[in-house]
């Protein structure tokens, strides 16, 4: 297929949904798939403004902190339990243990919660490949003090990288190189003392962004600390290319 990729904002926000502003999520639709990119809390109920629950064909998620996946949690109810009627258990890619996280939450008898009813679960690991209709997925471990993972996705025509959440590392500037875009986390408002790098600032999106030889940077997961405007304005100092924020109910297209 030769259509181009969009990436839809559900939300962007960090570690809470603000007004208006779910956590972190995105709609990717591309070579005839949608993909569902992480599900931080309040993403489902925008998902449902593009799509539904049973027309997605996968979803994917970076790591197991609630602003990344929460609304799993809800979702599962809508696929077990409502109106939707999905032909087989959605696909979901995602860290170790995902499946057992969600049934230690969801399961509240003796017996536990059929995860696997609604969810058909890969666990990713770093060099991760999938095929999800048109679209080519590549996942490698990322620096986040916990299992965590960024991903490229490739149509025939343009590449999308989603850092998830990671300080700068080795693995995602790999990833990333010569990608259409790179929508990285900018959380951090400069990198605490004694901390390991668990988080981007965004000087160093946009030299994880220039390294990588991406064509734009879109950046994302903007921390309280700072504001959109001041988070593209100190990326753009370090990466000559396009710097936007990735603002709810957003649309980019790519190429």
């Known amino acids: 297929m030769t259509d181009p990729l969009r990436l839809t904002v559900l939300g962007s926000a960090t570690p809470y949904p603000e007004a208006g502003n779910p956590c ?6 591309g070579g005839g798939a949608r993909i569902w990119l992480d599900a931080g809390t309040g993403t489902l109920g925008e998902l449902r403004r593009y799509t539904r629950l049973d027309e997605l064909d996968a979803i994917w998620i970076s790591h197991l902190h609630a602003d990344h996946a929460a609304d799993l949690l809800t979702a599962y109810y809508g696929a077990r339990y409502a109106d939707l009627t999905p032909a087989a258990p959605i696909p979901l890619f995602g860290p170790p243990g995902i499946a057992d996280r969600l049934a ?27 095929e999800v209709g048109g679209l080519s997925l590549t996942t490698r471990a990322v620096s986040h003090g916990m299992p965590a993972f960024a991903v490229r996705i490739s149509s025939d025509t343009a590449s999308l990288v989603y850092s ?7 693995n995602l500037t ?9 929508l990285c986390e900018a959380d951090w408002p400069e ?17 994880t962004a220039a390294a990588a030889g ?23 100092a370090r990466f000559a290319g396009p710097v936007d924020y990735a603002a709810p109910r957003s649309v980019f297209t790519l190429p």
């Open 104 to 130: 230690h939450f969801l399961t509240n008898s003796a017996v536990r919660s059929p995860i696997e009813s609604a969810f058909a679960v890969t666990e990713l690991h770093d060099g991760h490949t999938a």
């Open 174 to 182: 790999a990833l990333a190189g010569g990608c259409g875009a790179l």
């Open 24 to 29: 972190s999520g995105y709609l990717v639709e």
């Open 214 to 236: 991406a064509g734009r940077l879109i950046v994302t997961h903007v921390g309280p600390f700072l504001t959109p405007e001041e988070a593209v304005s100190r990326a753009s």
């Open 191 to 207: 990198v605490p003392a004694g901390e390991d790098p668990v988080h981007h600032t965004p000087e160093e999106a946009g030299e």
């Open 164 to 170: 998830g959440d990671t300080g700068p590392c080795a």
